[in-house]
């Protein structure tokens, strides 16, 4: 009887009340094979293993055995009426830590001479150019209806929508294994979808890409991927990844990774900057969103005016992110990824800063192994094309830029500290071993289990020869960058630099970028002055080093150790009283004997929002608030002064900070249910040496409801005493009493 009721209820909770149809399985994961059973109330169940559902598909009668991977799409068909379900797909012992990505399409829609996307179709024939087909049916732009599921590594399906599909890339359309674009559209009832398909919570997307790798379908089928997140850690813009097993109508069809779509929902998806205003442009100035008339502007700056001249260096400063632009160039040419002429995105939104800044994408063909001696440098600094990569519009910015002495000084600087940390063969060998580590066991079953393009697909030996060759590469691109920096700079007299932070306690900038370790060791030059910022943690000081420049003209090794020490605590005894999270407040209060002047304290949060408070005081015994919103009851004798951070309601940590960079009070919090505040409440049944308590309370107001705890802890002392005397009375009442009964007894007994 439980197990029926069990089975009832499951079966109610994938019931859908509008199609009026019960399914006794989810999509989903199964270790083992199970009977699907299907029930209508008042319609025709109708089903088919591609998303074809018409008039004449099989009806569902009762069961299905599902004991493999499979993918059904259901209809209902009542009367003469027939509605579309939807596609539901059952993964049979199927083990993986990649997502999973299930297609339901018209098998004609692919491979249909006419109407395929995925094949020549008739008027290829009209090519003239070898291999070129720009009459095939892929390079057609159609779109194709299609359902799409994607579950994710626990096996929840995040996503179920009717999508278009389309055939993605550029020579790589050319391949018999091709890339997919997938498209939601109001056609589909599928504007946007919202899903967490790269770790980073809940977005919206229009579009994204799966991926076969491009041009390394064959070797790693993760390199631009690996060689993108490399860019990210110098904070470069990149598609993000997440690898995947695709499966088409119930086929394995292999590994892909799922990408982001470069367009303007991309942008605000990393930025939070809007769609509106954004330009998008590629290759020379191609524009996909926007207008290309600021860059044109930008162009012909450069044409009128020499970046010789300081003031000109500053007006282009303005219109493009120039670290930006030098992190994306270093990385291009050290992978030595001769595409990046035609692979060039770039764009600026009004929402932000009106600048240029430029995306790290399809990277597949750097990183070979035949090129690692290739002076790409050289190349993408020419005034000449000296090969097909690099006609004069495309090095016409690098080129220019370089006549900046102040640019060029960066460009090396940044070269060397990039071929230092990000890109030193340490490093990027640690991203392979991730990459090998995550992807190895999946490659296997790729490799095993599918059929299509198996003649193209390569093996997993010829895998791990792939991975090979990137560590060979990583290893002999660090000296010969090197050389090709010193050739093109005229650069000698290098020196090594040692950096070791002792500890996690502040951080350390070195040419404006933040050491990610707690080492560094590389090569810089002599000539070139290297900016260092140390930032100790607030509470804490530095020792080591105390120069804001590294000079180093004599010896030919420099090694600094960094120590982040601990200050010792404020003396001071103002506290943070209360923490209004639903007003955005913070109180402090004076517990001393005197006003206490606040001027270079600082507060700080737990994401590092800091307010420098400035010409501030607290009288004795007395409340000041810091609000973001003017929104709290404010009390005559109480001070209030602008906050320019929010406060978490769920968990958060405030700090207060004096003019020495001493801790003087904090807060830790971490609350279940989101009252109005957290605040330090008087304790009730003792004072003598007790500490402050803490409330989440929907009763405090800030500046306001704690001068009532004052008034309650006068009162409670107050009446402490008098019960104190009250005791004593009794008690010397009660001895004296006692003494008398005592010496009444003893005189009965005649013993005095």
Known sequence: MNKFFLTFFVSLSIFSSAQNIIFSHK???YDNPFYLKVSSTNSKILYSFENNINKRSNVFKDSLLIDKTTTISFGILKGDTLEKIESKTFLI?????????????????????????YVKGPRAWLDTVAKHYRNTNWERKWEREHFIEVFNEDGER???????????????????????????????????????????????????????????????????????????????????????????????????????????????????????????????????????????????????NSLSVQNNYQHIKQKMDVRNFINFWIH???????????????????????????????????????????????????????DWYNPN???????????????????????????????????INKKIDEFVSRYDSEMQYHFNERRRFQAYQGSYKKWLSSVNDLRYFAEKRDENSYKHLEKKFNLSDSYILKINVLNDNGKVLINNNTLKSNELVGKFYKNYDIPIKIIPSFGYYHTG?????????????????????????????????????????????????????????????KNNNSLSIDDVYINKGNYFVFNYFDTIKKIDDVNYHPLNFKISSVNEKIFLYDNERKIVDSVVYKIDSIKSSYARNIPINTFEGETWGWNNSDTSTIGYDNKKYQILKKKLEERLKKESKRRKIFLFSSVGSLLVVLGFFLTKKKII
Not at 93 to 117: A, C, H, P, Q, W
Not at 375 to 385: A, E, H, V, W
Request: glycine letters at 6%.
């Open 27 to 29: 999509p989903g994961f």
């Open 93 to 117: 012992n199927f083990k993986t830590n990649f997502k999973v990505v299930s297609i339901s399409i018209d098998n004609n829609f692919l491979f249909d001479y006419n109407k395929g996307i």
């Open 158 to 304: 995040i996503i179920s929508n009717g999508a278009g599909l389309r055939i993605f890339g550029g020579m790589t359309k050319y391949y018999p294994e091709k890339s997919l674009r997938v498209i939601f559209r109001n056609l589909y009832d599928s504007t946007v979808t919202y899903a967490d398909l790269f770790g980073a919570g809940s977005k919206k997307y229009k579009q994204f890409i799966l991926r076969h790798s491009g041009n390394d379908y064959r070797n790693t089928r993760f390199k631009d991927a690996f060689l993108t997140s490399l860019a990210q850690e110098s904070d470069l813009d990149i598609q993000k990844s997440s690898p995947c097993h695709l499966f088409i109508n119930s086929e394995y069809w292999g590994v892909y990774n799922i990408r982001e779509k470069i367009n303007k929902y991309y942008i605000d998806n990393n930025y939070s900057c809007g769609t509106n205003g954004i330009d998008i442009l590629q290759g020379y100035k191609t524009v996909d969103e926007g207008s290309s008339e600021d860059y044109q502007d930008l162009l012909n700056f450069l044409k009128k």
């Open 332 to 386: 291009q040419i050290f992978y030595a990824n001769h595409d990046a002429r035609g692979n060039i995105r770039f764009w600026k939104s009004d929402s932000l800063d009106n600048k240029f800044r430029w995306i790290v994408y399809d990277t597949d063909l750097g990183f070979g192994p035949n090129r690692v001696n290739k002076d790409l440098l050289k190349d993408f600094t020419s005034n000449r094309m000296t």
């Open 393 to 427: 519009w495309a090095t016409f910015l690098l080129r220019n830029l370089l006549k900046s002495n102040e640019f060029k000084k960066d460009f090396i600087l940044q070269s060397s500290y990039i071929f230092s940390t990000t890109l030193s063969t340490k490093n």
């Open 545 to 605: 080093f105390s120069d804001s420049i590294i000079n180093n003209l004599e010896n030919d090794t420099l090694e600094i150790n960094i120590d982040f020490k601990k200050l010792a605590p404020s003396k001071s005894k103002i506290i943070i009283n209360e923490v209004d999270y639903v007003n955005e407040s913070i109180e402090l209060y004076n517990q001393e004997d005197t006003t206490v002047y606040m001027n270079g304290w600082t507060l700080i949060d």
